[in-house]
């Protein structure tokens, strides 16, 4: 098991542009987290999954933001017509639910120009 | 509301100091808090995670306490090293949900 997962490391596009982030968890994890971490701040909880069910969502999450997680596996985080304001670093985080610790990916770094 | 407050901001100490920073939070209804350390650009590493019925948690230089009645979590590092240099972050998942609740960081930088 090599952890967390997360592709692109980096994407650079257009403003308006879509774009789309995948998330590969730990295999035996069945909570999955997305969060965005903008420049000298914490990161911020955008969403998460138990199993396929998203079961949370943060009002961080304009109806530009979905995630989706089929199967309870892999989760994806596509953002539709992107903003400049959008420009952060994407953190997804898996655990499992006995424990609840949470471990991180490297991150997506998202630049909207 | 959760909110988590990390101080110093940032701190700056010689090779060889033992330090400490510091995590606060609000509300003391809290299912456990973890210490991530975050080098430039990159993603996070948890250090220490401290479960909510726990006072400290050790891992080789680092100790982490927490004291859940007064809303206080220290991060001890002894004999620092320039290698620790990085952004020490805390974060507080709450009983009632899952998600993390963070501080904004401190940043440690250790001077040759």
């Known amino acids: 098991d090599t952890g967390v997962s997360q592709n692109p490391r980096h994407k650079i596009t257009k403003r308006g542009q879509n774009v789309t982030f995948r998330c590969d968890p730990i295999?035996?994890?069945?909570?999955l987290y997305w969060y965005r971490q903008t420049l000298g701040q914490g990161p911020e909880f955008l969403t998460y999954?138990?199993?396929?069910?998203?079961?949370?969502k943060s009002r961080l999450l304009s109806d530009r933001f979905s995630a989706e997680r089929p199967k309870g596996s892999f989760s994806t985080l596509e953002i539709q017509r992107t903003e400049q304001g959008d420009s952060a670093m994407y953190l997804c985080a898996s655990s499992f639910s006995g424990t609840r610790e949470q471990y991180f990916g490297p991150g997506t770094r998202l630049t909207v120009t | 509301k959760q909110e988590v407050t990390q101080i110093p901001a940032a701190l700056s100490v010689p090779e060889g100091e033992n330090l400490v920073l510091n995590c606060s939070f609000t509300d003391s209804a809290i299912y456990n808090l973890q210490w991530f350390r975050q080098d430039p650009g990159k993603g996070l590493t948890s250090l220490l995670l401290?479960?909510?019925s726990q006072r400290e948690q050790t891992s080789g230089r680092l100790n982490a306490s927490l004291d859940k009645s007064s809303g206080r979590s220290t991060l001890y590092i002894a004999a620092s090293q320039p290698g620790d240099s990085a952004t020490y972050l805390c974060a507080v998942e709450e009983d009632s949900n899952y998600q993390l609740i963070w501080g904004a960081g401190t940043k440690l930088i250790i001077k040759p």
């Open positions: 295999s035996e994890h069945n909570r």
């Open positions: 999954f138990q199993n396929e069910a998203q079961l949370e």
């Open positions: 401290i479960q909510s």
